[in-house]
């Protein structure tokens, strides 16, 4: 395992839910999804009322999850890209996964599970000084106009 792969693994662990993207009739999604990092692949929980798992299920995805909302000074974010494959969890994995939500968009939650092994790993540390802060980087506390810059 590479030094991406090993501080990836030691990142996922610290938070439980990411982003799961791939296309589905050519159109890109992301849905949420739960994790677990087991061995060399990472389990994902995902509710099938979506449908995405459909389309996930031998298909190459990403899927990513940060620390962004955590309040931590320095933010890091990870992706992991792979071949997404239908699995039925062990005992153990489904112990490791605990209890899922009552509900996803008004839906008893209903659990599919799927095992990526990645092929490419990325992770991304945005590292602050003593005294700087991120509040409002996810751009929902910040005071005054938004400018945006545009080409002309």
């Not at 993207?21 to 999604?29: G, I, L, V």
């Not at 990526?116 to 509040?135: C, K, N, R, S």
């Amino acid at each position: 395992m590479s030094t991406d792969d090993l501080r990836a693994i030691e990142l996922l662990n610290r938070v439980r839910y990411g982003r799961v993207a791939t296309s589905m009739r050519a159109m890109p999604f992301v849905a949420p999804a739960r994790h677990l990092v087991m061995d060399d692949s990472v389990v994902l929980r995902m509710h099938r009322g979506m449908g995405y798992h459909r389309a996930c299920s031998g298909s190459v995805v990403a899927y990513g999850a940060d620390n962004f909302n955590t309040g931590e000074r320095d933010l890091w974010s990870v992706q992991l890209t792979g071949t997404a494959k239908m699995i039925t969890p062990t005992d153990h994995e489904l112990a490791l996964f605990g209890g899922g939500p009552h509900h996803v968009d008004g839906e008893p939650f209903d659990a599919v599970y799927m095992s990526m092994t990645p092929q490419f790993t990325t992770v991304h540390v945005l590292e602050y000084g003593a005294g700087e802060t991120t509040a409002g980087a996810a751009g929902t506390t910040g005071s005054g106009p938004r400018h945006d810059q545009h080409a002309e």
